[in-house]
């Protein structure tokens, strides 16, 4: 055996140079949606709430964002969370989300991975049945249920902050596009809500459509933006931003109800039903009358990954009728990581390339 393959075989363990920054990650995915989990390394962010942490990292700390979702260490659709202390004793823990156009106000499938690992980690004291966890999001807190059988995790299902509708059947011309049909409403985060029922689209909602669905998804947000002055949040300005497109058509599977593909941030698509986007949702059915409190709806993606959506109860939230809706799936972890940052990298900061 040469000298050379010995050393390969025994020396597996890089050593950064000591001025280089090293951030740990555990990552995971639901449904498809990648969660990029920073447990350490990352520097501690000033304030006295949720949002607070999320304009600190903005303001001084966004190099960090984009060198961990960026090229080369990710890509335009990583995703990311930051885990913080919560905004009162009442909570377990805050949360921040992180993507490649920056701060989103709620993420579900995050919600729901992060509650997975809590388990995982050993970061709670569970127990059989379900395990409650109260999370601060950027939108308000958010009370996780994670379903434990032994030492294995069955399902995680959350009750999301008020979701509410601004408006249905609303309309707003698309150069290139046209007329577009949409809803909007709230589910943590603004979105658009285009049901292709509704719309004459010359493409499908499967993955044959992507950089059809990217191209017009972000057509109609932008055109929305510039459109929309009732993308208002009732409570917090911050939280009053479109955050993005939601596809609606009927599901490609027969016990499936129905199918969502949601296009955000800058361009990301979904590949999870999008539980902010379902929250949203529920609160448009139960607005139509097409869904009763307690009833069940199944959502699938673009991967066809499946979340379950229902309406736990109603409460007034503002101006509005709001729903409590309940959100319902499953994640994995896919693997563990220490990103190291070389100051004299002169890509140290990510890009992206689509």
């Known amino acids: ?4 393959y010995q050393n390969i075989l025994n020396k597996t363990k890089y050593t950064p140079k000591g001025d280089w920054l090293q951030v740990e990650t555990i990552d995971m995915h639901t449904g498809g949606e990648p969660l990029r989990v920073i447990v350490n390394g990352f520097p501690e962010l000033k304030g006295n709430s949720v949002l607070d942490y999320r304009r600190d990292c903005k303001n001084n700390h966004d190099y960090l964002r984009t060198a961990l979702m960026f090229e080369p260490r990710g890509h335009a659709d990583m995703y990311g969370c930051v885990l913080l202390p919560p905004n009162d004793d009442d909570g377990d823990f805050g949360i921040i989300f992180l993507h490649n156009e920056g701060y989103s106000t709620m993420c579900g499938h995050a919600i729901i991975a992060i509650s997975t690992l809590a388990v995982e980690m050993k970061w709670i004291d569970y127990k059989e049945g379900d395990n409650i966890i109260k999370i601060d999001a950027p939108c308000g807190r958010i009370t996780s249920y994670v379903n434990v059988e032994g030492d294995e995790v069955i399902g995680v299902r959350f009750h999301c902050v008020p979701s509410f509708v601004v408006a249905l059947d609303k309309k707003v011309n698309v150069e290139g596009v046209g007329e577009v049909t949409y809803d909007l409403a709230y589910g943590g985060a603004f979105y658009a809500y285009v049901d292709m029922a509704k719309n004459n689209f010359d493409f499908d909602l499967t993955s044959k459509s992507y950089r059809k669905l990217i191209t017009t998804g972000m057509d109609i947000k932008n055109s929305v933006i510039d459109m929309d002055k009732e993308i208002i949040h009732p409570f917090e300005e911050d939280l009053s931003f479109l955050y993005g497109t939601i596809f609606i058509g009927e599901a490609l599977h027969k016990e499936v109800d129905s199918r969502n593909v949601c296009v955000f941030a800058e361009g990301e698509v979904d590949r999870c039903p999008t539980g ?12 139509r009358e097409e869904l009763d409190i307690g009833n069940t709806m199944t959502i699938e993606s673009i991967t066809n990954s499946v979340f379950k959506g229902s309406v736990v109860s109603e409460e007034d939230y503002g101006a509005y009728t709001a729903v409590i809706p309940q959100v319902e799936g499953t994640a994995y972890i896919t693997g563990m990581h220490t990103f190291i940052i070389d100051p004299n990298d ?9």
């Open 1 to 4: 055996m040469s000298k050379v």
């Open 346 to 354: 002169p890509m140290k900061e990510g890009f992206i390339l689509r």
């Open 276 to 287: 902010s986007g379902v929250s949203g949702r529920m609160a448009i059915h139960r607005k």
